[in-house]
């Protein structure tokens, strides 16, 4: 990660990060006399939190040591620096009292505000894909990063695409419905997830997508809609959810309605020249004649609705 590549994970740089977040905390390495509010660093790193936090406490610490935070070698790391304290703050009254008051636990009772807790994150993690974070729909909601991730795990489930959308489900409770409804995106069989589509850290384009416009996420995976082609569509090229909910539906394909009344919406029927294209006059047709045309489904015969690279398919039936 580039972002990091001029960061030097030393005691005097988290300082600087938490006073400049307004946090106070004077800046005591361990060696340092004990501060105004006794907020230094304990003596020994992990070990000297581990001495009380062992492999019983009731919630698991240990699984960490799994994780890329662990990893002692990449000198970016928490564990390469400060290990606990580089997440927690200085810990050094926490450890001779145990109280709970002199530690930040990242949870709602934590004397810190969010965007402080957020801050003790961001001060390693503000490059990449949380460039778009500060102003986000999430940031200005209020939302902790340990609203989505989880640290003290060996998988944090908002990583996986299996797992992920239930993290998201907790707060979103409406999509949860919409995928699963009888036509949606495969979400709820793990093939494809929320942050394929979504930048929950934030992005320029409406809906937080991943992509500058909605089609454009679109075309990611559906890239033969984008074109060109000799016929468009106008309303295809323009935004594919005038037709479509990119969620789920109870419509076939995703649709919002279904045909003819989808393409009604914007195709008078009277306009449409039915004398001449009865089903009487197709390949094998009989009778019917009208009642085919509007009943039938508009998609019978103009079949390329996103668009067609037919010489002659201006009318979209080729
Ligand atoms: C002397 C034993 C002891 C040591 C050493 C110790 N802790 Fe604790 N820690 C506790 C106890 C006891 C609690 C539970 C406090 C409570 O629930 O009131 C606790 C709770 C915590 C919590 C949760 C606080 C909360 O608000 O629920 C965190 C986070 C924590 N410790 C981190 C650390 C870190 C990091 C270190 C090393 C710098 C450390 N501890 C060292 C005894 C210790
Ligand atoms: C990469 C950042 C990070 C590091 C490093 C880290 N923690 Fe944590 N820790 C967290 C977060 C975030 C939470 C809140 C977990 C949650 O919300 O479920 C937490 C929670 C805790 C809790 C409180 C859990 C509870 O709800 O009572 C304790 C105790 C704790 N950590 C101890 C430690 C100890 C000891 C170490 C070092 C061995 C350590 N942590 C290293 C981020 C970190
Ligand atoms: C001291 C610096 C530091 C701090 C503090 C820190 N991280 Fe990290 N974090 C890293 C590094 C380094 C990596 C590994 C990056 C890599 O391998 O590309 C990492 C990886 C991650 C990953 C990806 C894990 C994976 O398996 O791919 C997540 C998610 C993450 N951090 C979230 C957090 C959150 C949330 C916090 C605050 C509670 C936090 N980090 C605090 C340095 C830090
Ligand atoms: C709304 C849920 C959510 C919140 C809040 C959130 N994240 Fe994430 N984060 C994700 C998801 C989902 C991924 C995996 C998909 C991706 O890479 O975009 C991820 C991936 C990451 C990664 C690893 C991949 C990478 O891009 O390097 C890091 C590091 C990370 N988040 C840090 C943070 C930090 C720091 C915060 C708080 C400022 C935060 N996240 C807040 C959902 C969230
Ligand atoms: C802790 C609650 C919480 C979690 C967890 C959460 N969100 Fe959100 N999200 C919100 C809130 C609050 C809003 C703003 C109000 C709203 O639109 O509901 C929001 C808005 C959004 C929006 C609309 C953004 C906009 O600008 O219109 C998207 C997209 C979104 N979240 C995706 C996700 C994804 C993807 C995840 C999981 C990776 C996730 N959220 C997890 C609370 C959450
Ligand atoms: C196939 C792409 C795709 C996937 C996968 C996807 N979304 Fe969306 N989502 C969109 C699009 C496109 C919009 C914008 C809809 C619009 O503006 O008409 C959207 C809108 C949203 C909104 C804002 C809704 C509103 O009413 O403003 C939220 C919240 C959201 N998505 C959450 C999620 C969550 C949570 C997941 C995973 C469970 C998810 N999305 C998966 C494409 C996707
Ligand atoms: C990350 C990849 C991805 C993105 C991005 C994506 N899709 Fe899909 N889409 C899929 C997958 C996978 C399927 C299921 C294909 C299958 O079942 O054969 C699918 C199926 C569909 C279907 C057919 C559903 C059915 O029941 O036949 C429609 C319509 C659709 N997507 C529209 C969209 C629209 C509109 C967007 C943009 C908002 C979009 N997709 C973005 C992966 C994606
Ligand atoms: C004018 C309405 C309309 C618009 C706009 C539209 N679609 Fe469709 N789409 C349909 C209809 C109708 C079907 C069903 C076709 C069928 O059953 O033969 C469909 C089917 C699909 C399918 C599944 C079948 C297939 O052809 O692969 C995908 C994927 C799809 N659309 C993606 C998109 C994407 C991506 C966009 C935006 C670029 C888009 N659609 C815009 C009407 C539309
Ligand atoms: C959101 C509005 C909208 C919807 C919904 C829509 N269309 Fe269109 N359609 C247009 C526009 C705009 C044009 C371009 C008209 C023009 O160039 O005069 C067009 C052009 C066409 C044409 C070519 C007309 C010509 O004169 O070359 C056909 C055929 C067509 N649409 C069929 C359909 C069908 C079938 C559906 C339903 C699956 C549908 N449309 C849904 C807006 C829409
Ligand atoms: C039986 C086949 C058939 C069905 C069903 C059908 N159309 Fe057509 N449509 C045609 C043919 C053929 C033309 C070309 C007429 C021409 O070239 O003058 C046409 C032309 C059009 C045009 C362009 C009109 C123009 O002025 O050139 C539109 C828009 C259109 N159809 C929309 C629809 C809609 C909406 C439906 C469903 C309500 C529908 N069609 C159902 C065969 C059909």
Redesign the pocket.
Known sequence: MRWMNQMNIEKSLFAVVLLSSGLGFSIAASSSPAGDQGME??AN??D??L???TEAWA?PIYPIFKTKHANRADKRTPFAGLQ??AC?GP??K???????DA?????E??FLSVRQRNEACLGCHQGNARVGWVGSTHETSNLACTSCHQLHVEHDPVLARATQPEVCYKCHLKERAEFNKPSAHPVRFGLLTCSECHSPHGSIAVAMLARPTLNQTCYTCHAEKRGPFLWEHAPAAEDCSLCHSPHGSAHASLLKKDPPLLCQQCHAVAGHPSVAYTSAALPGGGGGGAAFLLSGGCINCHSQVHGSNHPSGIKLMR
């Open positions: 660093y304990s790193g992990a000297t939190c001495l009380c936090h919630y606990c304290e927690h810990g050094g926490h450890a001779t009292t145990g109280s709970k530690i930040n636990s990242f949870k009772t934590s």
